[in-house]
């Protein structure tokens, strides 16, 4: 590899870790502060929401537009969010929800979470978020390095609006997963393993991808990832955050994530 291209794979490398400095916050927090709680998957579902409808969704529109036309294109996006979401609904619907016991013992401490199924139900949350974020994080790799390679200069700015917005999307992974396991190394682990795949995008767009990667793929896999995000957020965040709140702080939370990532994304921009 030339000086190019590991600088651009650092840069990548850089912007996915970011993901795993908002898992921090597992550190510093309390089990038994469900006003956190409810606030902070507030705040996840508002990153999570604001996302995907406004840079995820558009972005694919805008791929699918440039490749096959105006109207095709948005149907095609349609047609991936909707399909993202019938993905996770299937996959939420299937996969058999069983706790762990022991991990429940350890947090039998924790205000009004009374039932082994709620914890389930969190750490079910956490593997999901994980999942989504790892396949937005992906292109968004391939989208860094990229870049990078191109222009240096643009590439590292790209590289720290992304990093910042990684952070928030780092919360969304570890907060469920410490509050249903009590343990803030696996929730740091899964939420820097979702990181991970910014860097693993831009060796995937180095080695193999670059010729295969089309406006029409790429805008296919943004509008699902939309699709999945958005799911979530409705179907576990949310509710979550609901079951928890004091005094609107989980819709306090909502708005907070929502102009966390209009930020970030404005810098991007």
Known sequence: MDATVLYALALTIFAGLATGVGSLVAFFTSRTNTKFLSFALGFSAGVMIYVSLIEIFVKAKESLTASVGETAGYTYTLLGFFGGMLIIAL?????????????????EDLQHVP???????LKKMGVFTALAIAIHNFPEGIATFMSAIEDPQLGFAIAIAVAIHNIPEGIAVAVPMYYATGDRKKAFKLSFLSG????????????ILMPFLTDTMFGIIFAGVAGIMVFISLDELLPAAREYDEAHTSIYGVVLGMAVMAVSLLLLG
Request: charged share 20%; no cysteine.
């Open 115 to 121: 039932t082994d199924a709620q914890f389930t139900k």
């Open 196 to 207: 991970l795949a910014e860097p693993v995008g831009a060796i995937a767009a180095y080695l």
């Open 91 to 107: 996959i939420d619907r299937f996969i058999p929800s069983t706790g762990n016991p022991h991990e429940v013992k350890r947090v």
